[in-house]
Nanobody
């Protein structure tokens, strides 16, 4: 129903910053709560950040609070993840996800649509 494409990943040194972008197709973007998740090799998928349909509610994993900021633009059909003060443990494939079931969710299993992922690698 919606196609999500992430971009903005890359290599960065610890302490640096990156901004991830997620572009959504279609005209129903505002119907989806959106989230960012990440998965490192050999590890389970991990919640990173979520934002409600209108952008009025945001939530973060404890590991990224104060460093990451999620935002969305429902006119441009975009969601962003600004990542500051990056740490090596932030290294993972980052996925953009959409949830049509509810207006806000921190649980990956409630999300219906997923992007292809973008690699973020943080070196020490």
């Amino acid at each position: 129903q919606v196609q999500l494409v992430e971009s903005g990943g890359g290599l960065v040194q610890a302490g640096g910053s990156l901004r991830l972008s997620c572009a959504a197709s279609g005209r129903t973007f505002s119907s989806y709560a959106m989230g960012w998740f990440r998965q490192a090799p050999g590890k389970e998928r991990e919640f990173v950040a979520a934002i409600s349909r209108s952008g009025g509610i945001t939530g973060y994993a404890d590991s990224v609070k104060g460093r990451f900021t999620i935002s969305r633009d429902n006119v441009k059909n975009m969601v962003y993840l600004q990542m500051n003060s990056l740490k090596p443990e932030d290294t993972a494939v980052y996925y953009c996800a959409g949830n049509l079931k509810s207006g806000y969710s921190l649980r990956g299993r409630e999300y219906d649509y997923w992007g292809q992922g973008t690699q973020v690698t943080v070196s020490s």
